[in-house]
Each structure stands twice: as structure tokens, then as C-alpha cells.
């Protein structure tokens, strides 16, 4: 299967020129003047803003930028820690008090392979010994990533940073989609204990596998290449690591539908450049296709 991904995804490189597209046009439904949506990959980094054409032009066009969160709320104590809190496990628990003996070795393992410290060193066990399972795989995930684009990825300059920050020097507003503490909540407390406990172990006992799905998703989207991030979405294992229904509707089809109802009011205030994950754009439910169904003209910017 990781062959099959690894040929899809070299193909969708060379196909970029008839796919490419992360940055659409919205426009007709009564706007007077068109938005703009692209597509991002949370672990990419500003620099690549400059490969996407016409995004220059679609930021001066538009007097607001709209992501899926306010990035400045992550600095403000009182969100950080209400985030934060999200992330951990509730009334003082520890992982050792929700996984077994055995699974707990498999992560401290993990840990030891990918920190060179483990859980029984202080500092690792304040700031992950008391995560959510779902915390500490995204952490894992994002580590991952970061040893294998060693000295590219910048967490303080990233891809989604960027648009607010350009916004906030030119005096323009800055909104969310959703609030810091809702995303935080979806993301590691949507799920049941016991399958978060199951997704961590995915990620343990499937390093290499779950490495290569988040590299096709990172290639894909440097190739500009949204078909390509749906297959990368769609790929299974065949296993218990796969995303059931339940987990992708509120993870992806659940918020495309919220957004979809905000978008409208804040497009006919003011034109605007929303920034959102690529995955939530591509498909019969994605963004784009909903759009197309309130009435808008959606057509990609080259």
C-alpha cells in the first residue's frame, strides 16, 4: 500500500500543472467585490507563499483575512491556558494511569527513540507525562516531521502564520472560524479514551507507515496538488489506525459545514482572504464544492 502512495504521489508532482491549484476566487451570490480561499499545510513554511500564483494580488484585493483560528489568541495567557488544559488529562491523571504496563513501555520507547529521553526524564514527563493520548500523538506526529525536514521547518514562521501577520501590518482585520479552545477541544478531546489510546499506538507501532502518510500530505500540497490531498486523506491501512466515519465527520465534514455558514455574512461585510487546512477544500463536501452549492463562483487563480 505505502508503494501505491509513494507512485500516486509522484504522479500527482508531475500532474501539477493540471491540478495545481490551493488559491480559488469567490465570487457572484450578490458579492460586489470577490474573497479568496487557499488551501494550507499546517507544517509548511512562509517562504512557500511566493511559489502560489496570484496570491499577491488576491491579499491586496481583500481587506481581511479569516483563519480557522486567531493565531495572536494563541499568546493571550487566558487562551493559551484554557488550550493547554485541553491537552491534559483530567483530575490529575498520568499516562501511566490510562495505558497498560505494556503500552506504556511502547511509548516511553518511542520517546527514547525520537528525544533520546523517555518519560522517566523530568522535564519530558511535566511537559507530556499528563497529555491526553491524542496531545501527545499530534506532538509525536509534529516531531516526526520536524527530524525528517531537519532545519526546514520554522514553527514561528509557518505557512498559516503568515496571512494574519501580513493583515495585522497592514491594519486589517484578523478573524477565526472557530475559537483556540474549540479546535483544541475537537482535537484531543473529541475522541473516547480507549480510541485515543488506540491512535497513540497506531503511531507507535506504525512509525514509518504513519510518517509516509503525513509526508503525502505535505508533498501534495508543495505540488499545489488538492486531488492529490484528498487521496493522501482517503488512503487506509486496513487496520484500527483508519479514521472511522464518526471521527472524520467531526473532524473534517462537521466543520466544513459550520464555516459554510459563517462564510457568507463575513464575505458580503468585507472581502476576504480565508486560510483554512487544505484537506477541508477538495471533494463533494469540501469547502470549494459547498460554496459552489450556497450560489458562488469558485474558480481557481493562475
Not at 495585522?168 to 480507549?194: C, D, K, W
Not at 509526508?215 to 487496520?239: C, S
Request: net charge negative; aromatic share 8%; hydrophobic share 45%.
Amino acid at each position: 500500500m505505502r508503494k501505491l502512495l509513494l507512485t500516486a504521489l509522484l504522479i500527482s508532482v508531475f500532474a501539477v500543472q493540471v491540478h495545481g491549484q490551493l488559491l480559488y476566487r469567490i465570487s457572484g451570490n450578490g458579492l460586489q467585490q470577490s474573497s479568496y480561499i487557499i488551501g494550507t499545510f499546517h507544517l509548511a513554511n512562509a517562504g512557500f507563499v511566493d511559489k502560489i500564483p496570484g496570491v499577491r494580488e488576491a491579499m491586496t484585493a481583500t481587506r481581511q483575512v479569516c483563519g480557522e483560528v486567531v493565531w495572536a489568541d494563541m499568546l493571550n495567557a487566558d487562551t493559551l491556558k484554557m488550550a493547554q488544559s485541553l491537552m491534559m488529562l483530567p483530575d490529575g491523571k498520568r499516562l501511566r494511569d490510562v495505558l497498560t504496563t505494556e503500552q506504556y513501555r511502547k511509548v516511553d520507547d518511542c520517546l527514547k527513540s525520537m528525544l533520546g529521553v523517555g518519560l522517566d526524564n523530568p522535564q519530558v514527563a511535566a511537559q507530556m507525562g499528563s497529555m491526553t493520548p491524542a496531545a501527545l500523538f499530534t506532538q509525536l506526529s509534529v516531531l516526526q516531521y520536524m527530524a525528517r525536514h531537519m532545519g526546514e521547518f520554522d514553527p514561528t514562521s509557518t505557512f498559516d502564520q503568515y496571512f494574519q501577520a501580513q493583515a495585522t501590518h497592514n491594519n486589517e482585520l484578523v478573524r477565526g472560524l472557530e475559537s483556540v479552545s474549540f479546535q483544541a477541544g475537537i482535537l484531543y478531546r473529541s475522541m473516547p479514551m480507549a480510541r485515543q489510546v488506540e491512535q497513540l499506538l497506531c503511531f507507535v507501532d506504525h512509525q514509518e507507515a504513519m510518517g509516509d502518510m503525513n509526508e503525502a500530505m505535505a508533498k501534495a500540497f508543495y505540488a499545489q496538488d488538492l486531488d492529490a490531498v484528498k487521496q493522501a486523506m482517503d488512503m487506509k491501512m486496513g487496520n484500527a489506525c483508519d479514521a472511522t466515519d464518526e471521527e472524520t465527520e467531526t473532524l473534517v465534514y462537521n466543520r466544513n459545514s459550520r464555516w459554510l455558514t459563517l462564510m457568507p455574512a463575513m464575505m458580503l461585510q468585507v472581502p476576504t482572504f480565508f486560510v483554512v487546512g487544505a484537506g477541508h477544500l477538495p471533494g463533494e463536501r469540501g469547502v470549494l464544492q459547498g460554496l459552489r452549492q450556497l450560489g458562488y463562483t469558485v474558480e481557481g487563480v493562475k
